[in-house]
Structure formats: C-alpha cells, structure tokens
C-alpha cells in the first residue's frame, strides 16, 4: 500500500496510535453507550465523556491489578 520500506517505523508508530484511541471509543461505546447518549449541550456532553473517561481507566487499572496471595 505504500513504497516505504516494510520496516519503516513512522507508518507504524501512525497505525498504533490510531488504534489504541479507536479500542478507547470502541470500548467507551460498548460499555457506556456513549453513541446513545442524547446531550443537550456541549459542556453537559464534555462532562460526561471525562467522567466516562474517568471511570474507564479506573476499571481498566482495577481489571489489570495483581492480587497477592
């Protein structure tokens, strides 16, 4: 799709970044339903996207926490 070498790192380091914010989205929709969320207006919809954001990474970093024995 490109004539950059196939172990050019720019196109890589693109690629990833792009997808980890779109895994973020894909899973904000998934388990906040952010896509059918009605906001009335913008700051009522910033406010609630960052405490979606919020709670998402607290759960991500509950989920991924070592439990010692």
């Not at 004539?3 to 998934?30: F, M, Q, T």
């Amino acid at each position: 799709m490109s004539s950059l070498s196939a172990d050019a790192p720019y196109p890589g380091n693109v690629l990833r970044k792009h997808w980890s914010i779109e895994s973020i989205h894909w899973s904000l929709d998934c388990n906040f339903l952010q896509n059918r969320i009605k906001r009335k207006t913008l700051k009522a919809a910033r406010n609630l996207d960052a405490l979606q954001r919020i709670a998402h990474e607290l759960f991500s970093l509950w989920r991924g926490r070592q439990i010692n024995s």
